[in-house]
C-alpha cells in the first residue's frame, strides 16, 4: 500500500478505522488475529530439555560421570547409581534455578517495553506497544519512540530522528500533506513515522499502518539486537577468582589423593574420593550464584517499584553516595493545584487542594463572583486553552491525562465553572508552538468566533514578562512601565515564598493575516495578563528518606526547574536543606551557565539545591560530582535528561512520566516515580550485595573445611574419614537449600548507617577472608577430632567413625550459616527472622538423619546409626567453629 500517497479520509478508509474514535474493541481483536502482535521475531530460545542437558556440560560433572561409569564397570554398582542419582539431582537443581532466572529476565523486558497513546473505543489510553494493531490512531510527543509504522494525520513543530533507519542523525520535519511521488526514499517521507524512531520534538496523530515483522524495522530485523548477556563486574571478579580457586582445589585434592596412594590405601577409592572432592571444594558456581541473587534482588525491587533494566546497576546502588533527584513528582505528589491568582495588583484564592470539585473556591476579601471579574474570567478560559491536558470528571473526584501543572490550569478554570470542551466550540486552536525547556514557553494561536486571532502564551513569569510590551491593570491595557515591573516581581517573589510555583499567561491579537512563523515571532510583544500560582504538595514518605539517605552517608541534591525561593522552601521542608545550617547553597541555572566543570567542582559539595535548571546542566552536575569521586544517581524524565542519565553512575528514569527516551538511557526505572523508592532501591542494592558476600562466605568456608579433613587425615596416616558418596552428599545438602535461603536474608538493622561501599571494594574486604580460612580451617578440624574420638574409641569399626565424622562436618557447616548472616556477631540476629533459612537448614538436617537411620539408605551411603551419647560428641564440635569465632560477644560491643 502506498499510505504516503493517500489523504487522510483514504488511509482511514483503506484501514477500516475512525480518527476521531478510533478502533472498537472487536475490531482490535480482529484484526490481532490477522495481523499478529507488534513484536519482531528473535531468535529460537533454548528449549527446556537443552537447557536441562547444558546442566551437565561443566567439566568437573562430566569426570564426576566419567567416575560413575568406572564404579560401574569395576562392579560398584550402589556406588555408580548413587552418585548417578546425586549428579540428576544437582542437575534438576540447577535447571529449576535457570529456568526461573529466564522467566524472570522476560517479565523483566515485557515491564520495560515501551507504550505507546492509543484511541480506542473514542478514549485515548495507555497500552503496551506489542499491542498496537494496523489502524490504531496513536498520539505522539516529544521523547516518544514510535511503536509502530504510522502515516501522520496531525503535526504540531514535529520532527522525529530516523538515524535507526536511514543513518541521518539530524531529526525530520514531519507534515500530513500527501506525497505524489511512487518510490521516493524512506528519508523523504515525511508525512510517514516508523516504528523505533524517536520523536525529537513537537506532537502529532498517526494512523498505524504496519506492525511487527510488516514494518520497516521489521524489514531489517536480521540487523536488531537480541538480549545480551552481560557479566556484571562483581561476576567478572568471581569469574577470575573462580578460576584461581579451582587451581588451588585441584592442587589440594591432587595432593590428597597422592599422600593417600602413598600411605596404602587403594587407587580405586582415593581416584573416586579425590573427584568426589573435586566436585564439592571447587567453586566453580560462583558467578552462576551472584545471578540468582541478583535475579532474586531484583524480583524484590520490582515488588518495590525499582526495575532494575541493568544489572550492574544492583551493585553499583550499594556505592551510591549522591542523589540528584527532580523535585516535581518525585520529592512531591504530582498533583499540582492553584492556589492563588494574581493580577494587576489584585490576588484571588483558590481553596481546595488536590483534584477535588467540591464547595466555593475563589476569594478575595469576600467569596468572587467569577462572570463579575473580567481579568479573572480571562485568565483561567486562556489557561484552558494554552492547554494539552485533558481530564475527565467522575462526582467530584477529576482524573488527570497530562501535565500535572497543565492540569492544574484546567481544574481550576473548572472550579470557576470554564470547561475546556464548551471553550473549544467558542474557540478552534489553529496551531501550536509546543514547549520546550529553552523557552520555557508554550503558545497557541487561538480564533474566536467573531473571525479574530490571538496568541496565547503560558510560561515562567522571568521569561515571559520579559517578551511583554503592555500589562493588563484594573481592567486596561497599560504600558508596562517600572513600577508596574516592581510589583509583578514582587508578587512572583511572594508566591515563591510560600513555596508556590508561578506560571504566567500572555496575548497578543494577531492584525496581519499571515500567521507566525516561528515561536520567537508568535512570543513576542505580548501583553501581560497575570499569574498563576500552584503548589505540588511533597511527598510525606519523602523527609524520612532523606533523613535515611543521610545517614547512610548518602547526599541528596534536588535539582528543579523552579524559582529559586520556591526550591528553597520545598527543600527546607523535606529537610534537604537544614534550618541553620549555614555551608549548604542553592545555585540557580544562571550560576551554572557562568561556571566551568572545574569551577562547579570546587563549589558542588556544598550545594544542597539547583534550581532554575535546564536538562543541559544536569550532565554538568554529574560530571562535577563524579570527578570529586562521587558515585552519582541521577534522576530525569525528558529527552534532553538522557544523557546526563546516560553518564550518571546509577541513571534513573520515571516510569509514569518519563519518556521511552530517557528510559532507554537508564540503569534503574522507578514505577512510582517516588524519590522514596530510590531509597528502597539502594537499601536493597546494599542487602544483596551482602547476601552476595554471605553466599561467598559460607561456601568457601565449608569448601575449604571439606578438603582440610581429607588433607589433615592423609597427612596424619588416617584412614579415610569420609567416602566419596558422603563428600557428594555434603556438598549437596548444605552448598543447595541453605546456601540459596542466604540469597533471601532481610537486610541487618544497620545497613542504612553505614557509609557507601567504595566501588572498588574487594570480594575479600572487611576480614571477610580471615573469617573464611579461620572458619573453614576450625570446620576441617572438629570433623577430624570427631573421626580420630570414635576411630581411636574402636579401630575395627570405621563406618562408625565415618558416619560420626559425615554427621559432624554436615552439622557444623548448617549451624555455620547462622553466622554468616551478620557481620558482627551470631548473636547480633534473630536466628529465625529468615525463615527460608530455618527451613533448609531444618530439611537439610532431616535429610542426614534419614541418610544415617534409614535402612535402605545406609549401605549406599556407608553409615550406621549414631548411638545417642554420641549425639552429644557430635553437637559439642559442631557448635565450635561458629561459636568460638563467630560468637564473640567482645566482637559484637566493639562492632
Not at 494525520?153 to 500530513?176: D, H, M, Q, R, Y
Not at 557479566?231 to 590428597?256: E, F, N
Not at 478575595?364 to 463572583?369: A, G, I
Not at 531444618?842 to 534409614?854: C, D, E, H, Q, R
Request: glycine share 8%; proline share 4%; with cysteine.
Amino acid at each position: 500500500m502506498k499510505f504516503h500517497q493517500m489523504n487522510q479520509e483514504e488511509v482511514e478508509k483503506t484501514l477500516h478505522t475512525n480518527i476521531t474514535t478510533g478502533l472498537t474493541r472487536k475490531d482490535v481483536h480482529k484484526k490481532r488475529e490477522k495481523f499478529g502482535w507488534n513484536e519482531l521475531s528473535e531468535g529460537e530460545r533454548q528449549s527446556a530439555i537443552l537447557l536441562f542437558f547444558s546442566q551437565f556440560k561443566d567439566f568437573m560433572v562430566l569426570v564426576l560421570l566419567a567416575a560413575t561409569l568406572i564404579s560401574g564397570l569395576l562392579g560398584e554398582y550402589l556406588d555408580a547409581v548413587a552418585i548417578m542419582v546425586i549428579v540428576l539431582i544437582n542437575g534438576f537443581l540447577g535447571f529449576i534455578q535457570e529456568n526461573k532466572a529466564e522467566k524472570s529476565l522476560q517479565a523483566l523486558k515485557n515491564l520495560s517495553a515501551p507504550q505507546v497513546t492509543v484511541l480506542r473505543d473514542g478514549d485515548w489510553q495507555k497500552i503496551n506497544s506489542k499491542e498496537v494493531v494496523p489502524g490504531d490512531i496513536i498520539r505522539i510527543t516529544s521523547g516518544d519512540r514510535v511503536g509502530a509504522d504510522m502515516r501522520i494525520v496531525a503535526a504540531n513543530n514535529l520532527e522525529i530522528e530516523e538515524s535507526a533507519l536511514t543513518g541521518e542523525s539530524i531529526p525530520a520535519p514531519k507534515f500530513t500533506e500527501p506525497i505524489t511521488e511512487t518510490n521516493p526514499p524512506l528519508g523523504d517521507l515525511a508525512n510517514m513515522a516508523f516504528k523505533g524512531t524517536l520523536v525529537t520534538r513537537g506532537n502529532g496523530v498517526g494512523i498505524v499502518t504496519a506492525t511487527g515483522m510488516a514494518t520497516v524495522m521489521g524489514s531489517i530485523a536480521g540487523m536488531i539486537q537480541t538480549a545480551d548477556s552481560v557479566m556484571t563486574p562483581l561476576q567478572r571478579r568471581l569469574d577470575q577468582l573462580g578460576k584461581i580457586l579451582i587451581t588451588v582445589a585441584l592442587v589440594l585434592t591432587l595432593l590428597v589423593v597422592m599422600t593417600g596412594i602413598i600411605h596404602g590405601h587403594d587407587v580405586y577409592t582415593m581416584f573416586l574420593a579425590g573427584v568426589s572432592l573435586a566436585v564439592a571444594a571447587i567453586p566453580e558456581g560462583l558467578p552462576a550464584i551472584v545471578t540468582i541473587a541478583l535475579s532474586l534482588g531484583v524480583q524484590r525491587m520490582i515488588r518495590k517499584n525499582a526495575l532494575v533494566r541493568k544489572l550492574p546497576a544492583v551493585e553499583t546502588l550499594g556505592c551510591a553516595s549522591v542523589i540528584c533527584s527532580d523535585k516535581t513528582g518525585t520529592m512531591t505528589q504530582n498533583k499540582m493545584t492553584v492556589t492563588k491568582i494574581w493580577s494587576g495588583g489584585k490576588s484571588w484564592d483558590v481553596t481546595g487542594t488536590g483534584y477535588v470539585l467540591k464547595g466555593d473556591f475563589f476569594e478575595h476579601d469576600h467569596k468572587v463572583d467569577v462572570l463579575q471579574e473580567k481579568t479573572l474570567q480571562q485568565l483561567l478560559t486562556f489557561g484552558a486553552l494554552c492547554n494539552n491536558a485533558a481530564v475527565s470528571v467522575t462526582g467530584n473526584e477529576v482524573q488527570l491525562d497530562g501535565d500535572p501543572t497543565e492540569g492544574a490550569l484546567l481544574i481550576a478554570a473548572l472550579k470557576a465553572g470554564y470547561k475546556k470542551d464548551a471553550l473549544l466550540k467558542e474557540f478552534s486552536i489553529e496551531k501550536e508552538y509546543p514547549f520546550d525547556s529553552d523557552r520555557k514557553m508554550m503558545s497557541v494561536l487561538v480564533k474566536d468566533g467573531s473571525g479574530r486571532r490571538f496568541i496565547v502564551s503560558k510560561g515562567a513569569p522571568d521569561v515571559l514578562v520579559k517578551k511583554c510590551q503592555m500589562a493588563l491593570w484594573n481592567g486596561e491595557q497599560r504600558p508596562i512601565n517600572e513600577t508596574m515591573q516592581k510589583e509583578v516581581d514582587e508578587a512572583v517573589e511572594g508566591l515563591a515564598a510560600q513555596a508556590l510555583r508561578t506560571i504566567a499567561i500572555g496575548c497578543k491579537e494577531l492584525h496581519a493575516a499571515k500567521m507566525p512563523e516561528t515561536a520567537q515571532e508568535a512570543e513576542s510583544r505580548l501583553t501581560f495578563i497575570g499569574l498563576f500560582g500552584m503548589i505540588d504538595p511533597p511527598r510525606p514518605e519523602v523527609k524520612t528518606a532523606v533523613e535515611e539517605c543521610r545517614q547512610a552517608g548518602i547526599k541528596t541534591i534536588m535539582i528543579t526547574g523552579d524559582h529559586v525561593i520556591t526550591a528553597r522552601a520545598i527543600a527546607r521542608q523535606l529537610g534537604i536543606l537544614e534550618t541553620g545550617k549555614g555551608s549548604e547553597k542553592v545555585m540557580d541555572g544562571q550560576m551554572l551557565n557562568d561556571m566551568s566543570v572545574p569551577e562547579l567542582e570546587a563549589v558542588v559539595e556544598d550545594v544542597a539545591v539547583f534550581a532554575r535548571v535546564s536538562p543541559e546542566h544536569k550532565l554538568k552536575i554529574v560530571k562535577a560530582l563524579q570527578n570529586r569521586g562521587h558515585v552519582v544517581a541521577m534522576t530525569g524524565d525528558g529527552v534532553n535528561d538522557a544523557p546526563a542519565i546516560k553518564a550518571a553512575d546509577i541513571g534513573i528514569a520515571m516510569g509514569i512520566t518519563g519518556t521511552d527516551v530517557s528510559k532507554e538511557a537508564s540503569s534503574l526505572i522507578l514505577l512510582d516515580d517516588n524519590f522514596a523508592t530510590i531509597k528502597a532501591a539502594i537499601k536493597e542494592g546494599r542487602n544483596i550485595y551482602e547476601n552476595i558476600r554471605k553466599f561467598i562466605r559460607y561456601l568457601l568456608a565449608s569448601n575449604v573445611g571439606e578438603i582440610l579433613v581429607m588433607l589433615f587425615a592423609m597427612l596424619l596416616y588416617l584412614p579415610l574419614p569420609l567416602v566419596p558418596i558422603q563428600i557428594l552428599w555434603v556438598n549437596l545438602v548444605t552448598d543447595g537449600l541453605p546456601a540459596m535461603a542466604l540469597g533471601l536474608d532481610q537486610p541487618e538493622e544497620n545497613v542504612m548507617q553505614r557509609k557507601p561501599r567504595h566501588p572498588k571494594e574487594g570480594v575479600f574486604a572487611r576480614k571477610l577472608g580471615w573469617k573464611i580460612i579461620s572458619r573453614g580451617f576450625l570446620i576441617g578440624v572438629v570433623t577430624l577430632m570427631a573421626f580420630i574420638i570414635v576411630y581411636r574409641r574402636d579401630p575395627a569399626d570405621l563406618a562408625y567413625a565415618q558416619t560420626i565424622a559425615f554427621t559432624t562436618l554436615v552439622l557444623a557447616q548448617l549451624i555455620h550459616v547462622f553466622d554468616c548472616r551478620s557481620e558482627i556477631s551470631v548473636f547480633s540476629r534473630n536466628p529465625f527472622e529468615n525463615k527460608y533459612l530455618v527451613w533448609a537448614v531444618i530439611s537439610s538436617a532431616l535429610l542426614t538423619v534419614a541418610v544415617i537411620y534409614v535402612p535402605v539408605l545406609q549401605p549406599i551411603f556407608h553409615t550406621v546409626p549414631i548411638l545417642p551419647a554420641d549425639w552429644l560428641l557430635v553437637l559439642g564440635l559442631s557448635c565450635i567453629p561458629t561459636f568460638l569465632l563467630g560468637g564473640s560477644f567482645f566482637s559484637r560491643k566493639n562492632k
